[in-house]
């Protein structure tokens, strides 16, 4: 599950104009001017009526292995929904805006990627910010704030309570808590016996978290408590940004990042984690699925020998474009700031600070892409969320 894959979110609600039965499909014309096509069988497998699908639970009664592979409907009959008798009588109802969410073709795809913005630094030197009193008081602002996080991979939230631990509650007014090695909720200082260049005062080069796992943590939160050190300023960047630019500028470097696999790994005494991806991953669609990037965490290459030199040539081009201040947004997290991005998309770091000048403390945690898409689309769903 990614933010950016096939993940059905409520499209703007339209009417079936057109409707026109061809050998294998149903082509519905949208009153917006879009249209997409719906397999015989696809739509038969769909139905949604009491016999098809459990009234109450929701969940599906009938085998799609009964379904005739040439199924072809009687009549259809479009409008508010689309409406269609198959042979032997079985009638089935499709609402707009079910079949809109359900889509897969190229419209589908379009009107999927719309909801995106990949961004430069100077397009987001005003941030998409929200209050925390409002997104924790209202379901409107929180669904707002879903929808920035959604389209720009980060937002800024502010006046967050300084309090420790309150980083958790803003967290949880989307989703559970993702945990790993570094516990629930971590801290973000400078320490004498160190677990992890991020608790040291040195900078960190813009890197996703927990690349050595299997899953990397969907949203991050980083919730500044105290910053009075001289540095220290905070960097995101835009991987999915960064990615398309190296398309533009190499597209056979493109290829080469999104097909070889870096390996990752993590150890202290009680931990060794170890992840073998591309650092940019594509999905089915071949569309951005995530970003993987550390250089503290990478082990050593373990690909085909052909891939060596490839490989190399295209991470010292993707890190330069990464470093590039064009890309860069740079910021400085003050006192009840909340910095909460997608770790799969955008990349993130800091400046040096020095750590006699005074103290800088955040504290941080994680919660799964799965959970926070499933809060936003719980939050979008309208009465026919399931098939009537
Ligand atoms: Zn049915």
């Given at each position: 599950?990614?933010?950016?894959?096939?993940?059905?979110?409520?499209?703007?609600?339209?009417?079936?104009?057109?409707?026109?039965?061809?050998?294998?499909?149903?082509?519905?014309?949208?009153?917006?001017?879009?249209?997409?096509?719906?397999?015989?069988?696809?739509?038969?497998?769909?139905?949604?009526?009491?016999?098809?699908?459990?009234?109450?639970?929701?969940?599906?009664?009938?085998?799609?292995?009964?379904?005739?592979?040439?199924?072809?409907?009687?009549?259809?009959?479009?409008?508010?929904?689309?409406?269609?008798?198959?042979?032997?009588?079985?009638?089935?109802?499709?609402?707009?805006?079910?079949?809109?969410?359900?889509?897969?073709?190229?419209?589908?795809?379009?009107?999927?990627?719309?909801?995106?913005?990949?961004?430069?630094?100077?397009?987001?030197?005003?941030?998409?910010?929200?209050?925390?009193?409002?997104?924790?008081?209202?379901?409107?602002?929180?669904?707002?704030?879903?929808?920035?996080?959604?389209?720009?991979?980060?937002?800024?939230?502010?006046?967050?309570?300084?309090?420790?631990?309150?980083?958790?509650?803003?967290?949880?007014?989307?989703?559970?808590?993702?945990?790993?090695?570094?516990?629930?909720?971590?801290?973000?200082?400078?320490?004498?016996?160190?677990?992890?260049?991020?608790?040291?005062?040195?900078?960190?080069?813009?890197h996703t978290d927990l690349v050595s796992r299997?899953?990397?943590?969907?949203?991050?939160?980083?919730?500044?408590?105290?910053?009075?050190?001289?540095g220290g300023e905070s960097i995101l960047v835009?991987?999915?940004?960064?990615?398309?630019?190296?398309?533009?500028?190499?597209?056979?470097?493109?290829?080469?990042?999104?097909?070889?696999?870096?390996?990752?790994?993590?150890?202290?005494?009680?931990?060794?984690?170890?992840?073998?991806?591309?650092v940019v991953r594509l999905d089915h669609n071949?569309?951005?699925?995530?970003?993987?990037?550390?250089?503290?965490?990478?082990?050593?290459?373990?690909?085909?020998?052909?891939?060596?030199?490839?490989?190399?040539?295209?991470?010292?081009?993707?890190?330069?474009?990464?470093?590039?201040?064009?890309?860069?947004?740079?910021?400085?997290?003050?006192?009840?700031?909340?910095?909460?991005?997608?770790?799969?998309?955008?990349?993130?770091?800091?400046?040096?600070?020095?750590?006699?000048?005074?103290?800088?403390?955040?504290?941080?945690?994680?919660?799964?892409?799965?959970?926070?898409?499933?809060?936003?689309?719980?939050?979008?769903?309208?009465?026919?969320?399931?098939?009537?």
């Amino acid at each position: 599950v990614t933010m950016t894959s096939s993940t059905p979110t409520m499209p703007a609600p339209a009417t079936a104009n057109t409707i026109e039965v061809l050998s294998d499909r149903v082509a519905v014309g949208w009153s917006d001017g879009s249209s997409d096509g719906f397999h015989h069988i696809w739509l038969r497998d769909n139905c949604g009526c009491a016999e098809c699908r459990h009234v109450f639970v929701g969940e599906r009664l009938s085998d799609p292995a009964s379904i005739a592979l040439d199924i072809a409907p009687s009549s259809v009959v479009g409008g508010d929904s689309v409406q269609i008798v198959w042979p032997g009588g079985h009638r089935s109802t499709f609402s707009s805006n079910w079949l809109r969410m359900h889509a897969y073709g190229p419209s589908a795809s379009a009107r999927r990627t719309s909801v995106f913005h990949y961004w430069t630094a100077a397009e987001v030197q005003t941030p998409p910010q929200m209050h925390f009193d409002d997104v924790m008081a209202s379901d409107e602002s929180l669904l707002e704030w879903l929808r920035l996080l959604r389209r720009f991979g980060f937002t800024i939230v502010k006046g967050v309570p300084t309090e420790p631990g309150t980083v958790t509650q803003l967290a949880q007014r989307i989703g559970n808590l993702r945990n790993s090695n570094f516990g629930l909720i971590w801290e973000v200082e400078s320490m004498p016996k160190p677990e992890s260049l991020a608790y040291t005062s040195v900078k960190l080069t813009a890197h996703t978290d927990l690349v050595s796992r299997e899953s990397q943590p969907g949203l991050q939160f980083l919730h500044c408590l105290v910053n009075e050190a001289s540095g220290g300023e905070s960097i995101l960047v835009d991987g999915f940004s960064v990615a398309e630019e190296l398309k533009r500028q190499g597209p056979e470097h493109h290829a080469t990042l999104s097909r070889v696999n870096a390996s990752f790994r993590y150890q202290n005494d009680f931990t060794d984690v170890q992840a073998s991806f591309p650092v940019v991953r594509l999905d089915h669609n071949n569309e951005y699925y995530e970003v993987r990037y550390s250089n503290a965490l990478l082990a050593p290459l373990q690909c085909d020998p052909h891939d060596v030199g490839p490989f190399y040539a295209v991470y010292h081009y993707f890190s330069q474009i990464l470093r590039d201040p064009k890309w860069e947004y740079s910021f400085r997290l003050e006192a009840g700031d909340c910095e909460v991005f997608d770790n799969r998309r955008v990349l993130h770091g800091r400046q040096e600070f020095d750590p006699q000048t005074g103290a800088r403390h955040l504290q941080g945690c994680y919660v799964d892409t799965d959970d926070f898409l499933s809060r936003l689309r719980v939050l979008e769903r309208t009465q026919d969320f399931r098939i009537r």
